[in-house]
């Protein structure tokens, strides 16, 4: 949304923004299969998270024209990975859930992912206020959901679940060696 307001060339800006939607589905594809549907989501968040933070950042010091030219480039970086992480989330989110409830999450999921696209205007408002402000909120939120993946289970290489006892099954937490020999000498 905000392609045309960065440093230099706007038409170039926005060039470039639309042709960061080709690479990153290119790499998911790649990566789903060798890392998983975790990790390459994981990387994604990552990505986009650094890239806009870090794009906000720069964009502080537009009179330089060297970080002008850095804060296009990482926010590039950051359209890359919210690229991809839009992908991977439509990908990963119907493996999450059983047959009866599958297209419901993805109506959910989709329903988030246009609430975002509904706010998304409103960051240039922001940006005029604070110009870091918009990279920051979004980046920090990335980053967030990194965290939160930690409590999703890895659906690669499974059959997809039919029932919610399928579902927790991918979630029962198994204790280390170290607890079952305890409980072993007990008995």
Partial sequence: MMSTSLHGNRFLNYFLTALMEIPPGVLLFVL?????????????????????????????????????????????????????????????TPELFPTNMRNQALGVASFAGRLGGMCAPFMSSLAEIAVWAPGALIGSLCFVVVILFRFIPETRGRELPHTIEDVEKWTVVVSPPEEKSAVKTRL
């Fill in 32 to 92: 789903l299969d060798r890392a998983g549907r975790k990790a390459a989501s994981r990387v994604m968040y990552i990505v986009a998270g650094v890239g806009l933070i870090s794009s906000g950042v720069f964009r502080m010091f537009t009179g330089n024209s060297a970080l002008g030219t850095l804060s296009v480039v990482t926010a590039m970086l950051g359209m890359f990975g919210a690229s991809g992480m839009f992908g991977a989330v439509f990908f990963f």
